[in-house]
T-cell receptor
Framework: DVKVTQSSRYLVKRTGEKVFLECVQD?????MFWYRQDPGLGLRLIYF???????EKGDIPEGYSVSREKKERFSLILESASTNQTSMYLC????????????FGNGTRLTVT | AQTVTQSQPEMSVQEAETVTLSCTYD???????LFWYKQPPSRQMILVIR??????QNATENRFSVNFQKAAKSFSLKISDSQLGDAAMYFC????????????FGKGTKLTVNP
């Protein structure tokens, strides 16, 4: 089974801090994704990576950046955390085919105070 | 841009009964995939079922089946013999031809199963 591991289940940070959310997958998937999940808004794509060092902006990239230096690891960076970035963050991976299902991590619930 | 609409924020069903969750989508593409994902409370999101647009036959996975109406751009999920473990958020998702594997998700339907 594919395993997608997010480093933290819960995280509390202060406004203005730089925050790193880490995601690791163990199935050699080319694609990795960061989604943000908010009640009533569903899942919104922040960034997508289709290969090492390659990335595409999603629907809501403002205030976020990403890093993919190794195939198995995809990091989401909040350069200066703000309270409106309090949310659930989901990482996912997949094979490079449109019909391939996404495999999700357990999510990181980030609270910015 | 493609959009996915789930018009039922919440649904409930009695255990052992059947429930149908609605999903519509807007696209001008002819080749695409549709998915239903399930997110149980405090648990990982998992794939329930997948449909390829060029396939006429509706996908089925055990108690889960879809009613795919391509012309109407409708993709509903039917859960038969509902079980307590089916209680979850259900998300409909779309991915098209547009050169990328980025999925577009609906806002979700929260399903409650009553004993």
């Amino acid at each position: 089974d594919v395993k997608v591991t997010q480093s933290s289940r819960y995280l509390v940070k202060r406004t203005g801090e730089k925050v790193f959310l880490e995601c690791v997958q163990d199935m050699d998937h080319e694609n990795m994704f960061w989604y943000r999940q908010d009640p009533g808004l569903g899942l919104r794509l922040i960034y997508f990576s289709y290969d090492v060092k390659m990335k595409e902006k999603g629907d809501i990239p403002e205030g976020y950046s990403v890093s993919r230096e190794k195939k198995e690891r995809f990091s989401l960076i909040l350069e200066s955390a703000s309270t409106n970035q309090t949310s659930m963050y989901l990482c996912a991976s997949s094979l490079p085919h449109r019909g391939s299902p996404l495999h999700f991590g357990n999510g990181t619930r980030l609270t910015v105070t | 841009a493609q959009t996915v609409t789930q018009s039922q924020p919440e649904m409930s069903v009695q255990e052992a009964e059947t429930v149908t969750l609605s999903c519509t989508y807007d696209t001008s593409e002819s080749d695409y995939y549709l998915f239903w994902y399930k997110q149980p409370p405090s648990r990982q999101m998992i794939l329930v079922i997948r449909q390829e647009a060029y396939k006429q036959q509706n996908a089925t996975e055990n108690r889960f089946s879809v009613n795919f109406q391509k012309a109407a751009k409708s993709f509903s999920l039917k859960i038969s013999d509902s079980q307590l473990g089916d209680a979850a958020m259900y998300f409909c998702a779309y991915v098209g031809q547009g050169g990328s594997e980025k999925l577009v998700f609906g806002k979700g339907t929260k399903l409650t199963v009553n004993p």
